[in-house]
């Protein structure tokens, strides 16, 4: 398995670089230094803090894994990761290396690794997305979408940056708000960082 580790933190990422290659099986492990089509390596499963999600979730091919190495955010964080960018799985830091290598394991084989309490969280906040109680499903463009709004993109730059009119993207954004039973951008925003009960 090719594994690429994307962290903000250098240290964090030479310290599972090398609890990795020390306990690795024939793994081709990599460090990025930036963006991962500078690197010319194709990994199977990306190990990426909320930091380095952007650039490597865009970057990745269909069939890469993403394991996200939650490095302390709170809880309403990582659902929301999870949501937006349909992560293959999360894993505290605190974690030890049986851990890791059995989430990296089952992420790679088409399993979903996500601890209790995130799980708990997780079905609590798709529960709220819909009526249903069904999670909406979101497409790509869709996905983009809620990207640039969540970085507070206007409809006329979100156009220019997708190459995109103005008219579509308001199409989008009206199909996303039925997805998740909102009547505004307000309303989204609330939903997606507002923290399940304890």
């Given at each position: 398995?090719?594994?690429?580790?994307?962290?903000?933190?250098?240290?964090l990422?030479?310290?599972?670089?090398g609890?990795?290659?020390?306990?690795?099986?024939?793994?081709?492990?990599?460090?990025?230094?930036?963006?991962?089509?500078?690197?010319?390596?194709?990994?199977?499963?990306?190990?990426?803090?909320?930091?380095?999600?952007?650039?490597?979730?865009?970057?990745?091919?269909?069939?890469?894994?993403?394991?996200?190495?939650?490095?302390?955010?709170?809880?309403?964080?990582?659902?929301?990761?999870?949501?937006?960018?349909?992560?293959?799985?999360?894993?505290?830091?605190?974690?030890?290396?049986?851990?890791?290598?059995?989430?990296?394991?089952?992420?790679?084989?088409?399993?979903?690794?996500?601890?209790?309490?995130?799980?708990?969280?997780?079905?609590?906040?798709?529960?709220?997305?819909?009526?249903?109680?069904k999670?909406a499903?979101?497409?790509?463009?869709?996905?983009?979408?809620?990207?640039?709004?969540h970085?507070?993109?206007?409809?006329?730059?979100?156009?220019?940056?997708?190459?995109?009119?103005?008219?579509?993207?308001?199409?989008?954004?009206?199909?996303?708000?039925?997805?998740?039973?909102?009547?505004?951008?307000?309303?989204?925003?609330?939903?997606?960082?507002?923290?399940?009960?304890?």
């Open positions: 398995m090719n594994i690429l580790i994307s962290l903000k933190s250098r240290i990422s030479e310290g599972l670089y609890l990795l290659q020390k306990e690795s099986s024939g793994d081709q492990i990599f460090m990025a230094e930036g963006v991962i089509d500078d690197m010319g390596c194709k990994p199977d499963l990306i190990l990426v803090d909320s930091h380095n999600i952007n650039q490597n979730i865009s970057a990745r091919r269909p069939e890469t894994k993403v394991l996200l190495i939650d490095t302390g955010l709170g809880q309403e964080e990582v659902i929301n990761l999870l949501l937006l960018y349909k992560l293959d799985g999360v894993l505290s830091t605190e974690a030890d290396g049986f851990m890791l290598k059995k989430a990296m394991n089952m992420v790679h084989e088409g399993q979903i690794w996500i601890d209790n309490n995130n799980l708990k969280a997780l079905l609590y906040k798709a529960g709220t997305i819909s009526k249903s109680g999670i499903s979101i497409s790509k463009r869709e996905q983009q979408i809620l990207d640039l709004i970085k507070g993109f206007k409809n006329r730059e979100i156009a220019a940056n997708l190459y995109l009119s103005e008219q579509t993207i308001k199409a989008h954004i009206s199909r996303i708000f039925r997805k998740f039973n909102v009547a505004s951008r307000a309303q989204l925003f609330s939903l997606l960082m507002n923290p399940p009960p304890s």
